[in-house]
């Protein structure tokens, strides 16, 4: 199976936070995380490798992830404002290269 | 700071035609180019990449280009058939690993 992502929408309100969980393919310890918005593409927010950190981009500290033994990844969002309305996209891949990446089908939030 | 651009924001094609994408970029140092395509409700998939040694790439009807000199790279997809209807990104590979992505050209091909 590919890589699975929930939930596969949510509605949220400003100020709340939120929990995006993403399941990498069976063998992949590396997951990284994307936000997807209108005009702006896709911006990366950070990279997990067997349960660290490795890379991670320009998000406010509002942003941050985490990844368990299994490799399976979450990303959680605190205090949210009307602008993290996006598709949240995961990515896993083997310890290769950036273009052996394999992408969730993502988490569209919404955030009234 | 957008390092990697896609300027067109949308492109229509009639089927058969040739489809012409286009990407620039500020980093001499990206080591790897790479375009996914992306269909509505689904992730991106992996189309096609260029190493930064290599000035163009071909798979099928899929074709990249790179100019070095202009910082500049190409997607080529001849002849254009109504299923690549699709948002199709550029990416470049830094030496860290990280793929910095553009802002997407959205494909219409019209039968």
């Known amino acids: 199976t590919g890589v699975t992502q929930s939930p596969t929408h949510l509605i949220k309100t400003r100020g709340q936070q939120v929990t995006l ?47 368990f033994s299994n490799s399976r990844s979450e990303m959680n969002v605190s205090t949210l404002e009307l602008g993290d309305s996006a598709l949240y996209l995961c990515a896993s891949r083997t310890s290769g290269k950036a273009y052996e990446q394999y992408f969730g089908p993502g988490t569209r939030l919404t955030v009234t | 700071d957008q ?19 286009n990407c620039d970029y500020t980093n001499s140092m990206f080591d790897y180019f790479l375009w996914y395509k992306k269909y509505p409700a689904e992730g991106p998939t992996f189309l096609i990449s260029i190493s930064s040694i290599k000035d163009k790439n071909e798979d099928g009807r ?25 948002v199709y990104f550029c990416a470049a590979e830094n030496q860290g690993g990280k793929l910095i992505f553009g802002q997407g050209t959205e494909l219409s091909v019209k039968p």
Request: aromatic share 10%; net charge positive; hydrophobic share 30%.
């Open chain 2, 62 to 86: 899929f074709t990249v280009f790179l100019n070095k000199s202009a910082k500049h790279l190409s997607l080529h997809i001849v002849p254009s058939q109504p299923g690549d209807s699709a």
């Open chain 1, 21 to 67: 969980s993403c399941s990498p393919i069976s063998g992949h310890r590396s997951v990284s995380w994307y936000q997807q918005t209108p005009g702006q593409g896709l911006q990366f927010l950070f990279e997990y490798f067997s349960e660290t950190q490795r890379n991670k981009g320009n998000f406010p500290g509002r942003f941050s992830g985490r990844q």
């Open chain 2, 3 to 21: 390092q990697v651009k896609q300027n067109s924001p949308s492109l229509s094609v009639q089927e058969g035609r040739i489809s012409i994408l």
